[in-house]
């Protein structure tokens, strides 16, 4: 229950921040520019709909994900409130998954209302009914809920600044993970070769999360793939919030 009071009572305050209706009105808007580069463009006008839409709605994502993360508990720490609220019978585990379900609530209704303005512009534009694109939007929320876990980790621990930064880091470095095993079998230096594996296996390969190329152009992609991205990304997100949890209860807020 104190889980759950915590969450909703984020998810409000979230909601109510003019920062998230700004970034959801500029992703609105992009959905709706995507028409008019349809437009412009010749042929292919629900292919370009179609990235434009699913690329606003990862990009604006991302950016709630980090920034909005972040705020959550480097908040708390700049207001004094966090001692009010460890003073409470609450412990920090509660605190940091009740922010952490909180956010993801508010994901979800952004990803959700991001995909119905989608659906309806691309109906009412092409007559295209978009649902076999649901996957890759299924994905993206999955790869916010991990950017999430990340930037809630790195706000225990630094600044808000150097939290976003490595927030940031990690998500682009994510996206390269692949190039970077494929740099490490060219490499020959076994010192570079370790530290490059490393890399590959110790940080998430958010490109699981990626299939908008293969969705817009009608590539199909297996029920199995999606359940097992899936399932790597819950499990990455409960790797990342245990160590966000670990490094929490050691902090000395004194």
């Not at 998954?97 to 952004?110: A, D, E, H, I, P």
């Not at 092409?126 to 790195?154: D, N």
């Not at 359940?227 to 990455?236: K, Q, T």
Request: aromatic letters at 12%.
């Amino acid at each position: 229950m104190k889980v759950y009071a915590i969450a909703i009572n984020t998810f409000k305050e979230v909601i109510r921040d003019k920062i998230f209706y700004s970034l959801l009105f500029f992703a609105v808007l992009l959905v709706g520019a995507s028409v008019l580069f349809s437009m412009l463009s010749i042929g292919g006008t629900a292919k370009i709909i179609e990235d434009l839409s699913l690329g606003a709605i990862s990009l604006f994502g991302v950016i709630i994900a980090i920034f909005v993360g972040i705020g959550l508990v480097s908040k708390e720490l700049e207001k004094k409130t966090i001692y009010t609220i460890i003073s409470k019978p609450i412990s920090r585990y509660e605190f940091l998954l009740g922010k952490y379900l909180g956010l993801s609530l508010t994901l979800l209704v952004y990803v959700s209302v991001m995909s119905a303005c989608f659906l309806i512009t691309l109906y009412v534009f092409t007559g295209v009914l978009g649902w076999a694109l649901m996957p890759a939007v299924l994905l993206a929320y999955v790869e916010l809920l991990v950017v999430t876990a990340s930037a809630i980790l790195f706000s225990t621990f630094s600044t808000p600044t150097l939290s976003a930064t490595y927030a940031l880091a990690l998500y682009v470095i994510g996206h390269l993970t692949g190039d970077l095993k494929g740099l490490a079998d060219k490499k020959g230096a076994e010192g570079l070769k370790g530290l490059l594996d490393f890399l590959y296996y110790f940080l998430p390969n958010l490109e699981n999360f990626n299939i908008k190329g293969q969705v817009v152009h009608g590539v199909a992609v297996s029920g199995g793939y999606i359940a097992m991205s899936v399932l790597y990304g819950m499990l990455y997100v409960a790797g990342l919030l245990a160590v966000s949890v670990l490094v929490f209860q050691r902090r000395n807020f004194k």
